[in-house]
């Protein structure tokens, strides 16, 4: 048997729980804000059978699908697991059946299909709601439609056929001004395959356009940036190909020498419009936002230094460097009048922060002032006696990082605790950027259970307004969304 101790998302706080969940008006510290009506949905993974390969990525664990549902002050929880055909796959076997995250070649037999990867997926990444329709997602394949009201999964969706690339991005962006949701498919063609598919999904929910694409080497397209009249496609560093999937490793190594790109393509462009702009070694994860200034491009993104994910080894052999594993806010400026192939970068500040950015979404590709995210403060210290069971980094405060003056607001979450990935809550009525709530899901390492907390996101500094408390740890979130109260009413 492999040797799990050590691992944190096997034992400890992360260790899986397995169940699913029902709570009925959650017991809360504080006041929950009555003007706060819809739910804040969130996707990630946990292991419901352990995994074949001790080594094997946390991505590659079942995907779980949680809601806060806010009503008149109260909020409910559920959680589900997502029905996936592997997940039935697994339940109906009794054990695990699938091998290495993204390698189909070291499923077992019954199972194994190379040609048709796409139907492995764990869908384990990040929910979207968008006409209509409610969604988890995961970049190896199509996106699964979850009824809003249950979390049951309904299955596999491809838009009614018009959807053509075997995969679809964990993280679409929605154009607030047309309700337009421009999403893409990498690999879409098969494993390893150079072809990307760019599309534009109108607001009612059709595909509207499509643009297929060749990259200019195969790499994670984990994020993706729109702004009015462009879609930027970063990444860099992970690579992959055939040959290594056959020979039964992880699907991503990294490559240092590789450089990064950034892909730019109108949004009413073609193939033969797109510009790839080429900078650095830099691991390309996720990305604040983008807009239009003039014929230059302004991208606000914390992609971190290098390699962030310690299982997708260095090709080349070398340690996996926890050194260059952090991510700190840019402001990257492409120039579009310049016949430069490569951008400008700026570091905002000069701390690492967690990758996982946040804006006010009512300003997505538009510009924005502020972006969210979680970070370490090192003057706050962690209170090791009474959270002994903290394992890997903390993340124990949430910053609203003001990107015109370079200002910093901070919440912090207390001593025994640490954060996921924090959401924008806009205030009923406001049209202010960054009027309204921040909230996510803290990790309460003393009592052991997982805590919403909600703070005004205008007012950091002043901490909660309201916890809503879990009696247990909460499966491990990777994204989440904000869906109002009006798209919850969907089918
Ligand atoms: C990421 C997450 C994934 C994945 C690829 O955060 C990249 C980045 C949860 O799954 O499959
Ligand atoms: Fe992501």
Redesign the pocket.
């Given at each position: 048997m492999a040797d799990f101790s050590n691992d944190p998302t096997r034992t400890g706080f992360f260790a899986p729980q397995r169940f699913e969940a029902d709570v009925y008006d959650c017991e809360v510290i504080g006041k929950v804000p009555s003007d706060i009506s819809g739910a804040f949905v969130r996707v990630?993974?946990e292991w419901f059978y352990p995994p074949k390969f001790e080594d094997d990525?946390i991505?590659n664990s079942d995907g779980y699908i949680s809601m806060f549902r806010f009503r008149n002050g109260r909020v409910d929880y559920k959680g589900r697991w997502i029905r996936t055909q592997r997940f039935e796959k697994n339940l109906a076997a009794g054990r695990q059946l699938y091998g290495y995250?993204?390698n189909p070649y070291t499923d077992d037999p019954e199972v194994r299909d190379p040609a048709r990867p796409h139907l492995r997926t764990v869908s384990?990444?990040a929910p979207i709601a968008h006409a209509g329709k409610l969604f988890s997602l995961?970049?190896?394949g199509l996106p699964h439609r979850i009824d809003p009201r249950t979390l049951e999964t309904i299955g596999p969706y491809d838009f009614d056929g018009q959807w053509k690339s075997q995969t679809f991005t964990?993280h679409p962006k929605i154009d607030p001004v047309t309700g337009e949701m421009i999403a893409l498919g990498y690999q879409a063609t098969g494993l390893a395959t150079d072809d990307l598919f760019v599309y534009t999904i109108d607001a009612a929910g059709k595909v509207k356009r499509e643009v297929r694409l060749k990259v200019p080497y195969v790499s994670?397209i984990?994020d993706m940036a729109i702004t009015q009249k462009h879609v930027l496609i970063p990444f860099g560093g992970y690579v992959t190909s055939r040959e290594r999937l056959e020979s039964g490793k992880i699907h991503w190594g990294w490559d240092a020498s590789k450089p990064s790109y950034i892909g730019v393509l109108p949004r009413d462009g073609d193939a033969k419009d797109v510009r790839w702009f080429k900078g650095p070694e830099r691991c390309m994860?996720?990305v604040f936002n983008a807009y239009d200034d003039g014929r230059k491009i302004v991208l606000y993104a914390p992609f971190f230094e290098s390699n962030f994910f310690p299982f997708f080894p260095p090709i080349d052999g070398s340690p996996w460097d926890a050194s260059k594993a952090r991510a700190y806010v840019r402001r990257i400026t492409i120039d579009l009048s310049s016949r430069a192939d490569t951008w400008k970068e700026e570091i905002l500040w000069p701390f690492p922060v967690q990758d996982l950015g946040r804006v006010d979404t009512r300003f997505m590709s538009l510009e924005t002032r502020y972006g969210f995210t979680g970070y370490a403060d090192p003057e706050r210290p962690f209170d090791e006696a009474r959270a002994g069971n903290v394992r890997g980094r903390v993340t124990n405060c949430y910053g609203r990082f003001d990107f015109a003056t370079g200002r910093l607001s901070t919440y912090f979450a207390g001593p025994t605790h640490s954060l996921q990935e924090c959401c924008f809550v806009p205030r009923k009525g406001s049209r202010e950027e960054g009027d309204g709530y921040l909230i996510g899901v803290a990790s309460n390492f003393a009592e052991m259970r997982s805590e919403l907390v909600i703070a005004d996101a205008q007012r950091l500094e002043e901490g909660d307004i309201a916890r809503v408390i879990l009696p247990f740890r909460s499966s491990a979130q990777?994204h989440g969304i904000w869906v109002p109260e009006e798209e919850m009413t969907f089918a």
């Open positions: 990630g993974g990525a991505l995250y993204r384990n990444t995961k970049e190896d964990a994670v984990h994860m996720h990777i």
